[in-house]
């Protein structure tokens, strides 16, 4: 088996719903892996997650690990559109970095209590533990690693690496690459590298060079950031998402077709979509 990527949603900073943006959809960051074992890992929590519980569903009960990036609202709202919470059989490892305004279990507990969520976690049927990420991690036969990416409030950038099938994806969302550090990019690109380039590389590219100065802060990278990183890390494939809210449909595929002129292996995320992480 190969490590295969499920895309809940990949869209930026808030939902969007209507008829203009049925192929990449509208639903905040959150992405499923399933390991060559079977490992069941998610990445963040947007509103794409109620899709990733359909497809955890349909796997049946068991273990599953979510790791968070950060901990704005846009990565965190779904875990009140997760059935799966009010089932038993469930196990959720809930983890993420510790930041300056909390860690992973203050996070999810404020959002999932009065006066935001009916339900407190204590109330819930599936089993849920909170851990801090640490920079390694084993989940099955995925190893994962991180780092810290510009990100306002802090962010991380994860690794995960199939020791079974080889297959390795690069997650990096948010980040502002326009803000980082050296220290940043020799950790990133040490991520993107070691010990051998990743596979896959899913980016933040919520803009374009010609109208990111003016958003400059605000924590996103542009689309040919994420190009050029692949390219210097030696990275075949790049999926971009985080994409802005007001882009329909229409502006993505024209947006796809000026990226693949640049480079062949990139695309634009679509929710609902299965890809293959190979190795």
């Known amino acids: 088996m190969s490590l295969r990527l499920f895309i809940g949603g990949m869209r930026g900073s808030r939902p969007v719903t209507g008829g203009d943006f049925e192929e990449f959809g509208g639903d905040t960051t959150a992405l499923l892996l399933v390991g060559s074992g ?13 899709a990733v519980a359909g497809q955890l569903a349909e796997m049946g009960p068991g273990e599953v690990t979510v790791l968070f990036s950060h901990y704005h609202l846009d990565h965190l709202a779904g875990l009140t559109m997760n059935p799966l919470f009010y089932r038993s059989g469930w196990s959720f490892q809930l983890m993420g970095p510790t930041l300056a305004a909390g860690g992973v279990r203050d996070a999810v507990t404020r959002l ?3 006066p935001y969520w009916p339900l407190p976690v204590e109330r819930m049927s599936a089993r849920l533990e909170f851990a801090e990420s640490a920079a390694q991690m084993q989940v099955g036969c995925l190893r994962v690693r991180s780092c810290p990416v510009p990100h306002p409030g802090g ?5 995960i690496d199939d020791t079974n099938s080889g297959g390795a994806l690069v997650f990096a969302t948010d980040l502002e690459w326009s803000q980082r550090t050296e220290a940043h990019e020799a950790a990133f690109l040490a991520l993107c590298r070691e010990p051998k380039p990743a596979d896959m590389l899913a980016i933040d590219a919520h803009f374009a060079r010609e109208n990111a100065q003016a958003f ?3 924590g996103h990278s542009t689309w040919e950031d994420g190009v050029e990183i692949a390219a210097a890390a030696g990275i075949r494939q ?4 985080h994409h802005a809210p007001e882009a329909d449909d ?5 947006l796809e077709s000026q990226v693949q002129k640049r480079s062949a292996g990139s695309l634009l995320a679509r929710a609902g979509q299965w890809l293959t992480v190979d190795g």
Not at 38 to 50: F, I, K, Y
Not at 250 to 254: E, G, K, P, Y
């Open 238 to 241: 790049v999926l971009l998402g």
């Open 216 to 218: 400059a802060g605000w």
């Open 38 to 50: 079977g490992e069941r890992l998610v990445l963040d929590a947007g509103t794409g997650m109620h």
């Open 155 to 159: 962010c991380l950038a994860y690794r």
């Open 250 to 254: 229409r502006a993505l595929r024209a």
């Open 112 to 114: 999932l209590a009065p």
